[in-house]
């Protein structure tokens, strides 16, 4: 909708009043119960749908790991 004369303040106010952003979709997860994105692997306890996709106890090991070869190179 293009404005084409000036408008009240409260008839602004009240055109920008659906203009306020909605919280994406948040649910609990089913594993863990913390709050996860809906469509999305848990990102703390790697699980999809009541099955594990992610490993995360190896993904950190993993990190760690490269983070202890990169202490030793400098
Ligand atoms: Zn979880």
Redesign the pocket.
């Known amino acids: 909708m293009v404005v084409r004369m000036r408008h009240t303040r409260s008839h602004t106010k009240n055109r920008r009043s659906h203009h306020a952003l909605k919280s994406t979709g948040l649910t609990k997860?089913d594993?863990?119960k913390?709050m996860?994105k809906r469509h999305a692997v848990?990102p703390?306890?790697g699980?999809y749908r009541g099955t594990k996709v992610l490993d995360l106890v190896k993904k950190m090991e993993k990190k760690q790991k490269k983070e202890k070869a990169k202490k030793a190179q400098s």
């Open positions: 997860c594993n863990c913390n996860k848990c703390s306890c699980f």
